[in-house]
């Protein structure tokens, strides 16, 4: 089994359209949780960190649930621009920082 | 955006070239960390280093050698590359390097590497 595992996609949804995908992790002792994108060819860029207690920043809301060990990303009212690989990323330690693979979402007019 | 920058973006080097990367961070981070991204791959963290001193090596050939002089500056030495270290090597930095949300990590565009 992967320390993290994530729905490669693709998603394909129209704009205006809620998307949810979720990323689960092994290790019960992991840490901090946070959602990247990543374009095309571009670097990662931070998204937003995962809280507890759960976190809301806009359009995009972040859950975790350590009892299942699964974070989540939702993502309302889609716009084009939102079309990217959404990475989700599990810190355990300073040598255990484990990205997944990767969920690609892709927005049509 | 110029947080975090690498030297140079495109790089092509024969497998008995000696080459190095660069990466400068003007966010005032004490963390500075090596990832490789291979096509169809995850990211993989290489070498985590902290207030120039290195914290973790993640099982990576002696072929890649890093070097952190100070606390702004990362460089990835690289010599008798084979054709598999082939990627995209990309350079990070975060507040801490400990976790939490210091752990925030911001990266470099990335130098795309190609061993002939």
């Known amino acids: 089994r992967k320390e993290v595992e994530q729905d490669p996609g693709p998603f394909n949804v129209p704009e205006g359209a809620t998307v949810a995908f979720n990323c689960t992790y092994s290790n019960s002792a992991s840490q901090s949780f946070f959602w990247y994108r990543q374009d095309c060819r571009k670097e990662p860029k931070l998204l937003m960190s995962v809280y507890s207690s759960g976190n809301e920043d806009g359009r995009f809301t972040a859950q975790l649930n350590r009892a299942s060990q699964y974070i989540s990303l939702l993502i309302r009212d889609s716009k084009l621009s939102d079309s990217a690989t959404y990475l989700c990323?599990?810190?355990?330690?300073?040598?255990?920082?484990?990205f997944g693979s990767g969920t690609r979402l892709s927005i049509r007019p | 955006e110029t947080g975090v920058t690498q030297t140079p973006r495109h790089l092509v080097m024969g497998m008995t070239n000696k080459k190095s990367l660069k990466c400068e961070q003007h966010l005032g981070h004490n963390a500075m960390y090596w990832y490789k991204q291979s096509a169809k791959k995850p990211l993989e963290l290489m070498f985590v280093?902290?207030?120039?001193?290195?914290?973790e090596n993640n099982s990576v050939p002696s072929r890649f050698s890093p070097e952190c002089p100070n606390s702004s500056h990362l460089f990835l030495h690289l010599h008798t590359l084979q054709p598999e270290d082939s990627a995209l090597y990309l350079c990070?930095?975060?507040?801490?390097?400990?976790?939490?949300?210091?752990?925030?990590?911001?990266f470099g565009p990335g130098t795309r590497l190609t061993v002939t």
């Open positions: 990323v599990v810190f355990s330690s300073a040598s255990k920082i484990i």
């Open positions: 280093y902290s207030l120039e001193e290195r914290v």
């Open positions: 990070a930095s975060s507040q801490d390097w400990r976790g939490g949300l210091q752990n925030e990590q911001y």
